[in-house]
């Protein structure tokens, strides 16, 4: 037999064209597209009424493994990733215990994420007050990038992820323009954040409107343009996280055509939740930046569908339910992060594609192409011969509503909960092999592997400008 596997009679959705052919795959890869491959097929599977789409890579999900597990750990994260679509993702440094700031401590999360993800993961490294040293044996290690708080994070426990000042973030930009890889920052004016929290909490002022009150859209630009300047200054390349706002993108396309080497996400609940979309839901809808108008989301939304962003992405931020409750009345004191990356594909494409915000195409660009090249995962991505055979399929007909049983999360809440979603995820295919059905659920051990940033392989030299021109050309 000439190929592994041939999947048949779907619609399959490659950058450009959607064909109703065939996909051959050989030896984890897409080898061929086109008609009558099934008669050389080892095993065939039909995907029947499908859309046959490439797997998600969602580059900003928060895993809490090692230190806060029962938070969320690879195996329950990857799980709830793999059951809705996403292939591969890439972990931010926090809220593990100790965060990932040091190579010692990026070598530890690494092997346990080996043969616990059921999905492939890169792993970011964190940038921090007082870890400078750390940043070019990160980048070693095989860090895709770099992620920044400029926003007030972190707690006093010892290896918590801290927030940095100006000072900390210029010297860190320094620092991390000399390894080539990105910074992805959490911008909000801490400053400012804090003390119009503050002002609230001292007028006992603790609903949910407060709250959204107390991180206006201008903290965000704000922080934005500072950060641009101080990349300009630097030579640092940036990558903006969870932008809330189209001011802030457009902030982003003024540098880019100055000539900067910077991009952006924005994350699902951005564009399908609004501030009284909050108010109904309640504190499992809180995160930061905080929920928009509906006239600020829709500002957003065109700067999606002009191509002014470069990925979707889950921001999965999981914690404890009872973390996520409120019993003294006061919004401020629960935890600000939405676990949805369950619902990543599904919810998106009912309001973008359903919806005809955005193309089929322009779709799989935001969640597959464009998140895989932000991170130099040249395997990852599209459905393309010689790739990685991550594939998905999707039913455009099949409708349920989000039940928490449906869930895989460590803890069973969702910010999606009771939503009616009019499409599913009914298989996922991770390099060639089956890992999940709807029918049967998780059909495989977990053989997620990890991922390097195809501009910077582990051990290559990368300190100095003569080797540097070679290897990040
Ligand atoms: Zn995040």
Aim: hydrophobic share 40%; proline share 4%.
């Amino acid at each position: 037999m000439k190929y592994d596997t041939v999947i048949v009679n779907g619609r399959i959705v490659t950058p450009n064209k959607i064909l109703n052919s065939q996909i051959a795959i050989q030896d984890d890869k897409i080898t061929a597209l086109g008609n009558n491959l099934d008669k050389d097929a080892a095993q065939i599977i039909d995907a029947a009424g499908q859309l046959v789409l490439p797997g998600m890579v969602d580059t900003h999900v928060h895993i809490n493994e090692p230190g806060r597990s029962d938070w969320e750990d690879y195996h329950t994260g990857s799980q709830a990733l793999a059951a809705g679509g996403t292939t591969s993702m890439v972990v931010m440094p926090l809220n593990a215990l100790p965060a990932r700031t040091t190579a010692a401590e990026f070598k530890r999360h690494r092997s346990i994420a080996e043969g616990k993800s059921y999905i492939d993961f890169a792993l970011y490294g964190g940038l921090v007050p007082g870890n400078l040293a750390e940043i070019p044996k990160l980048a070693t290690a095989g860090a895709a990038g770099y992620k920044a708080f400029m926003a007030t994070t972190g707690t006093d426990i010892p290896g918590d992820f801290k927030n940095v000042d100006d000072y900390e973030l210029y010297r860190g930009m320094e620092a991390i323009q000399k390894t080539g890889l990105r910074l992805s920052l959490h911008a909000e004016n801490p400053v400012l954040t804090d003390r119009f929290a503050a002002e609230k909490i001292a007028n006992h002022q603790t609903q949910i409107q407060d709250y959204v009150d107390s991180r206006p859209p201008l903290v965000e630009v704000e922080a934005v343009r500072r950060a641009l300047y101080f990349a300009k200054m630097t030579g640092c390349k940036l990558h903006f996280v969870h932008l809330s706002t189209g001011e802030a993108v457009a902030e982003i396309q003024k540098a880019q055509e100055a000539g900067q080497d910077v991009t952006c996400e924005t994350c699902i609940h951005y564009l399908a939740l609004d501030v009284e979309d909050f108010k109904k839901i309640g504190p499992l809808a809180k995160c930061s930046p905080a929920l928009r108008t509906k006239k600020v989301q829709t500002e957003l939304w065109k700067k999606v569908q002009v191509g002014a962003v470069n990925a979707i992405t889950s921001d999965h931020s999981p914690a404890p339910a009872s973390m996520k409750t409120n019993p003294h009345n006061n919004i401020f004191d629960v935890w600000g992060g939405i676990s949805g990356a369950q619902n990543n594909v599904d919810l998106l494409f009912d309001i973008a594609v359903t919806t005809k915000r955005l193309t089929i195409f322009q779709f799989i660009q935001l969640i597959a192409a464009g998140p895989a090249e932000l991170f130099g995962l040249n395997s990852k991505g599209s459905i393309t011969i010689g790739k990685d055979a991550d594939i998905i399929f999707l039913d455009p007909t099949k409708a349920y509503t989000l039940k928490k049983s449906d869930l895989y999360y460590k803890n069973k809440i969702s910010a999606y909960e009771g939503f009616q979603i009019h499409n599913r995820i009914t298989r996922t295919i991770l390099r060639g092999k089956t890992i999940f059905t709807l029918a049967d659920k998780f059909i495989a051990e977990p053989d997620g592997k990890f991922l390097f940033n195809e501009k910077v392989k582990e051990g290559t030299p990368y300190a100095d400008d003569n080797s540097r021109k070679i290897i990040f050309n």
